[in-house]
């Protein structure tokens, strides 16, 4: 089937420590993005990607790192100097500005 | 600036009632998309509609019905018939031209339809 794939769904991460959630998709979609999503309110941009080894920062990049070595992968990696990383993560893809944007079905990380 | 900004927190309905969820963009773009989302509680995005800047006709689809009015930067959702499954959370969205795709959400709406 394709679609987008996230892993793992739930994480737990101690303070201090880098966590990286994978973001993996088989839909040929040069754009890939990453969103957080706190209770209560919309998704805010951390990172996005039009194209193989090139990245841009969204709205909230700060604590955050990304790579995109192959079209398929867009691996987020939380950092320690990330001050509230508890959140939903969703990663999204899209083919174009015209089209919609597919989603996976996201990885909750709470920092214990 | 570019922002969407749905007023609507919560919204509480019984079965079968009709129910508008609003939403207002403001964008200086003259070429942009906009985008409803539907996200149940397993947290998925789903896709909903799409519409660009330069098509104003409204839309049905089955219950579901879209009102885009460039005059009054709105592009409402309405429910008619509401059912339990409707009961998820509803974002509105905005893709303004130039910046990579990106969308611009709004806080969503929770829409909650008892039985």
């Known amino acids: 089937d394709g679609g987008i794939t996230q892993s793992p769904k739930y994480l737990f991460r101690k303070e201090g420590q880098n966590v990286t959630l994978s973001c993996e998709q088989n839909l040929n979609h040069d754009a890939m993005y990453w969103y957080r999503q706190d209770p209560g309110q919309g998704l805010r941009l951390i990172y996005y990607s039009q194209i193989v080894n090139d990245f841009q920062k969204g709205d909230i990049a700060e604590g955050y790192s990304v790579s995109r070595e192959k079209k398929e992968s867009f691996p987020l990696t939380v950092t320690s100097a990330q001050k509230n990383p508890t959140a939903f993560y969703l990663c999204?893809?899209?083919?174009?500005?015209?089209?919609?944007?597919?989603f996976g079905q996201g990885t909750r990380l709470t920092v214990v | 600036a570019q922002k969407v900004t749905q007023a609507q927190t919560e919204i509480s309905v019984v079965e079968k009632e009709d129910v508008t969820l609003d939403c207002v963009y403001e964008t200086r773009d003259t070429t942009y998309y906009l985008f409803w989302y539907k996200q149940p509680p397993s947290g998925e995005l789903v896709f909903l509609i799409r519409?660009?800047?330069?098509?104003?006709q409204n839309e049905i689809s089955g219950r579901y019905s879209w009102n885009f009015q460039k005059s009054t930067s709105s592009f409402n959702f309405t429910i008619t018939a509401s059912q339990v499954v409707d009961s998820a959370v509803y974002f509105c969205a905005l893709t303004p031209l130039g910046q990579g795709g990106k969308l611009i959400f709004g806080q969503g709406t929770e829409l909650s339809v008892k039985p």
């Open positions: 519409r660009n800047s330069f098509d104003e």
């Open positions: 999204a893809t899209r083919d174009g500005l015209n089209t919609e944007a597919f």
